[in-house]
């Protein structure tokens, strides 16, 4: 069950409008990495988990506290669109100041969304649910957590040198520090996981079904071998049950594949038309 509590969680008050900025702000709203990816992406997986509670537990916290953010981050946008005069592009063609202001702007926050945010991103595109990973192992769904984390941080940082506008500076810092916490959360359950299950996912697997003697090998698919100085190159792999081996010159495990002719109902090119 969950409860609408009409205090913001943090502050979401700029000095001033900024349409521009309200444009830009989308991304960290409805982007690939933005707060309805993570809060959804952490609530699915957490609805999903079948028993581990504290797992389940922490999922519930993150995903609510990310609904909060997708909140705070609305009510910034849509201060920033106050004030803003509907202008036409008649208008604006006539002065090339207010052309170019409009020119970063978001006509949909005017038409579409009455000077308010949308579930879309900076350039207008509908928030989509396949940005989000609920597979039912924690292990790699905890691994996609980080990532989008990652992601949704460093968009934050970026953003923050975007505007000189204390208020939203004043936000973004909370932001970036539950982004903070975030990826430290994440790192912590990844490692407890990966104590318990090693790295690999899915660690149960039948080991007997893979062929072992290519899974801790590199192969160097590149002009040069710069990628053979890496740790992922030589010693002990990282799973503890191998040895990382490096080939330069990879050669193929199998023949050219020829097919067979396409029955004619099928309609392809013949072979003696090639």
């Not at 063609?93 to 308010?116: R, T």
């Not at 899974?215 to 590149?222: D, Q």
């Not at 740790?231 to 490096?246: C, I, K, L, Q, T």
């Not at 050219?256 to 038309?273: K, Q, Y």
């Amino acid at each position: 069950m969950f409860y609408h509590i009409k205090e913001l969680q943090y502050e979401a008050k700029p000095c001033k409008p900024d349409p521009v900025m309200a444009r830009k702000m989308q991304e960290i709203l409805g982007g690939q990495f933005g707060e309805i990816s993570v809060a959804l992406q952490y609530l699915f997986q957490g609805w999903n988990t079948r028993g581990n509670e504290k797992y389940r537990d922490l999922l519930m916290d993150t995903g609510t506290e990310e609904l909060a953010h997708i909140e705070m981050i609305s009510t910034m946008i849509a201060r920033l669109l106050d004030g803003v005069e509907p202008t036409t592009l008649d208008e604006a063609a006539k002065d090339p100041l207010i052309a170019a202001i409009l020119g970063g702007s978001n006509p949909q926050h005017l038409i579409v969304s009455g000077l308010g945010a949308a579930p879309k991103d900076s350039n207008g595109v509908p928030w989509n649910a396949g940005y989000i990973a609920a597979s039912g192992n924690l292990l790699a769904d905890f691994r996609a957590n980080l990532n989008a984390e990652s992601q949704g941080r460093l968009q934050v940082a970026r953003l923050y040198y975007e505007t000189n506008d204390p208020g939203v500076h004043d936000m973004f810092s909370w932001l970036l520090a539950r982004d903070t916490m975030h990826q430290n959360q994440w790192v912590a359950a990844i490692k407890e996981l990966e104590a318990q299950e090693n790295i690999v996912v899915p660690s149960t697997f039948p080991k007997e079904l893979e062929r072992r003697e290519v899974s801790h090998t590199l192969f160097n698919f590149s002009r040069g071998n710069e990628s053979a100085q890496g740790r992922w190159a030589h010693g002990p792999s990282m799973d503890e049950e191998g040895v990382f081996n490096y080939v330069e010159h990879p050669v193929p495990f199998a023949p050219a594949p020829v097919l067979r002719p396409a029955p004619p109902t099928i309609f392809d090119t013949p072979p003696n038309m090639m």
